[in-house]
Nanobody, 121 residues
């Protein structure tokens, strides 16, 4: 059993910053890629940022230069530092992780429940 829990969301004014955290726990042998997605009201869930176990990163064009994804492999955590926030960044932010639970299992993706980020103008 693997649990993924996000934290750090909240209300912030435009131009402000927030840092989201995501922790994976439970029966974990190894974690591969970790990702942040977001879903605005009435819209589809979209990929915001990805980080490999080795630290390679990729970002959606809409957040490049403003958001930074990082991870702590020892703690099974991933973070999203969000700067220069805009009202259009308002969404529920979700974390997921590609997890191998034991030496006989295949990789499976686990999702968190999301954390709300609201940016006021």
């Amino acid at each position: 059993q693997v649990q993924v829990v996000e934290s750090g969301g909240g209300l912030v004014q435009a131009g402000g910053s927030l840092k989201l955290s995501c922790a994976a726990s439970g029966s974990i042998l190894s974690i591969g890629n970790m990702r942040w997605y977001r879903q605005a009201p009435g819209a589809q869930r979209v990929l915001v940022a990805t980080i490999t176990r080795g630290g390679d990163t990729n970002y959606a064009d809409s957040v490049k230069g403003r958001f930074t994804i990082s991870r702590d492999n020892a703690k099974n955590q991933v973070y999203l530092q969000m700067n220069s926030l805009k009202p259009e960044d308002t969404a529920v932010y979700y974390c997921n992780a590609d997890v191998i639970t034991d030496r006989y299992s295949t990789l499976r993706t686990y999702w968190g429940q999301g954390t709300q980020v609201t940016v006021s103008s």
